[in-house]
């Protein structure tokens, strides 16, 4: 039996080595099959030993990648189109994939064990609201055997493709997949958003602490707080603010010692 992938990118130098450290800690806390956990990045320093270190791959398209992430108006996560690319680091069955912004908050076997054969994420939470198809980037898993044309797709056309999702990488991912009749979405109990399904409704935000939502495997910091706004708790908008999340500390902080 082959080894689960779990895989992540880290580029820049927006986060450092301890969000890959905690993401790796938390999947070993709640992952029991046995696993490589790959790191894609372009600054390995810091990284944990049992993180397998892998350099960004370098695209025939790699000027339009570096367009699409940094010069564009809609500005997008293209780099893990690369993670789509068959025989990537040796990888073989499905792939889940995670943002380095996220905290792993329960089991994960169900993520690798749902809608097999498809291409699984979270509906995007303003898509859903709008009743538009869509998922969201934060968790996601495929099979570069069976859903290859993620990257042969764009690889053909990074531009075109772009352009069609109006510069969205998680769009690009969730809408071509739908269109090839591949698309699922993880029941929405378990991957949480931060922002809309743990801070409590206005007015109890201000003297409720947010809690980790029922059933959720993961819960996902996309915009405002951040994971540091999020422990230390955050004022700003009156339906955003809330007190802190002491629960980062088991669940995130934490995550480093099992590293």
Same mark, same amino acid.
């Given at each position: ?13 927006? #986060? ?10 938390? *999947? ?101 609201? @709008?009743?538009?198809?869509? !998922?969201?980037? $934060?968790?996601? @898993?495929?099979?570069?055997? *069976?859903? !290859? #044309?993620? #990257? ?12 069609? /999702? ?9 809408? $071509? ?6 698309? %699922? #979405? ?25 809690? *980790?939502?029922?059933?959720?495997? /993961? ?9 540091? %706004? ?12 809330? @007190? ?16």
């Amino acid at each position: 039996m082959s080894l689960a992938n779990v895989v992540c990118m880290k580029w820049g130098d927006k #986060y450092p080595a301890a969000y890959v450290n905690r993401l790796f800690g938390g *999947v070993r806390r709640f992952l029991k099959p046995p696993f490589r956990f790959l790191c894609f990045t372009d600054k390995p320093e810091g990284i944990a030993a049992g993180v397998e270190i892998h350099p960004l791959p370098s695209e025939p398209f790699e000027a339009d990648l570096k367009v699409l992430m940094y010069e564009v108006k809609n500005k997008g996560a293209w780099r893990k189109v690369s993670l789509f690319k068959p025989g990537l680091a040796g990888m073989e069955g499905p792939i889940l994939g995670f943002d380095i912004d996220v905290v792993v908050t329960g089991p994960l076997e169900a993520l690798f064990d749902f809608a097999p054969g498809k291409v699984c994420m979270r509906r995007e939470w303003r898509d859903a609201r @709008r009743l538009r198809q869509g !998922g969201h980037g $934060s968790v996601f @898993r495929f099979d570069p055997a *069976v859903h !290859g #044309y993620l #990257y042969s797709e764009f690889a053909a056309d990074p531009m075109g493709c772009a352009a069609r /999702v109006r510069g969205s990488e998680q769009r690009y991912t969730s809408l $071509s997949a739908l269109r090839h009749g591949d698309l %699922e #979405y993880f029941p929405p109990r378990w991957i949480a958003s931060f922002k809309y399904n743990v801070i409590p409704l206005p007015p109890f935000n201000f003297f409720t602490e947010p809690h *980790v939502p029922k059933d959720a495997r /993961v819960v996902c910091f996309h915009g405002r707080p951040s994971m540091e %706004e999020a422990l230390a708790g955050y004022r700003a908008e009156w339906w955003r603010s809330t @007190r802190p999340a002491d629960w980062l500390v088991d669940y995130w902080l934490q995550g480093e010692r099992n590293a």
